[in-house]
């Protein structure tokens, strides 16, 4: 059974004041081991990759970047919605948001590496073989405490 959706949120890209925001939100599950940790400089770095969700009175309650690896490539990362509104919407509606903004670039792939394949495979990402993927993806695992043996699944959609 599916929760009930939120209302009303606001899609959007972020800006300098969500910084703080965003990192608090990424580091919860960082802390748990599900995604990688983001410091103030990573996040105020690749600002312009994050897009972020608002509930009523503007609480940040997810964020999710776009990443642009190569001129056929981008990578969906640092996708958290807050924990007490999850499997409401708020993380496809990001998703979505992301893949949009893929095709506006012209970008015809694009991938994630995640514990949530079965998320990602409602949205229309198909599994495919880690090897499958440029080895500069990797870059950002170096910093994993589960490099090199990483256990995400890889995800792809083609646009």
Request: aromatic letters at 6%.
């Amino acid at each position: 059974m599916k929760a009930a959706a939120i209302a009303p949120v606001s899609i959007r890209k972020a800006i300098i004041g969500d910084v703080g925001r965003i990192q608090a939100l990424v580091n919860h599950y960082a802390s748990k081991e599900t995604m990688l940790g983001l410091s103030l400089s990573e996040i105020y770095d690749q600002i312009r990759d994050f897009t972020v969700a608002e509930g009523p009175r503007r609480t940040l309650i997810g964020v999710c970047a776009l990443h642009v690896i190569w001129d056929d490539l981008a990578e969906i990362r640092s996708l958290a919605v807050d924990p007490k509104i999850r499997r409401r919407g708020v993380g496809r509606s990001l998703v979505e948001h992301c893949l949009e903004e893929a095709r506006g670039l012209q970008i015809p792939k694009v991938f994630a590496l995640t514990y949530q394949a079965e998320f990602f495979r409602r949205i229309g990402f198909e599994r495919v073989d880690k090897a499958e993927l440029p080895h500069k993806v990797w870059r950002d695992c170096l910093k994993c405490t589960k490099f090199p043996n990483c256990d995400e699944t890889a995800v792809l959609k083609i646009l």
